[in-house]
């Protein structure tokens, strides 16, 4: 059975920095991604990364988040610097056991694995 399990999230205040981190188990996928729920929105693409290390990032969130994996621990991180109010959201892992074109990397219904979510909260 797989399984997602996010860690990391948290409460920081604006300006500051958080890593959230995604284990896989019981092996990890090429294409994978962070997604966010802000309270009463929809859920919105963050940032994605594919086998090859080819990233993609919301225009929200470019320069300051930058996702990485590391395939020997089965671990995708997301390290979020310059954190802002409008970061509020429950950020979710994401995993496609097929290919991921750059075209839908950011709909969430591309992904068939999720996590059960970590909260990050940031004050201004």
């Known amino acids: 059975q797989v399984q997602l399990v996010e860690s990391g999230g948290g409460s920081v205040q604006a300006g500051g920095s958080l890593r959230l981190s995604c284990t896989a188990s019981p092996y990890f996928f090429s294409d994978m991604g962070w997604f966010r729920q802000p309270p009463e929105k929809e859920r919105e693409g963050v940032a994605t990364?594919?086998?090859?290390?080819?990233?993609n990032y919301a225009i929200s969130v470019e320069g300051r988040f930058t996702i990485s994996r590391d395939n020997a621990k089965n671990t995708l991180y997301l390290q979020m610097n310059s954190l802002k109010p409008e970061d509020t959201a429950m950020y979710y892992c994401a995993a496609s056991s097929r290919f991921v074109p750059l075209i839908a990397g950011f709909v969430p219904a591309t992904y068939n694995y999720w996590g059960q979510g970590t909260q990050v909260t940031v004050s201004s």
């Open positions: 990364i594919n086998s090859d290390g080819i990233t």
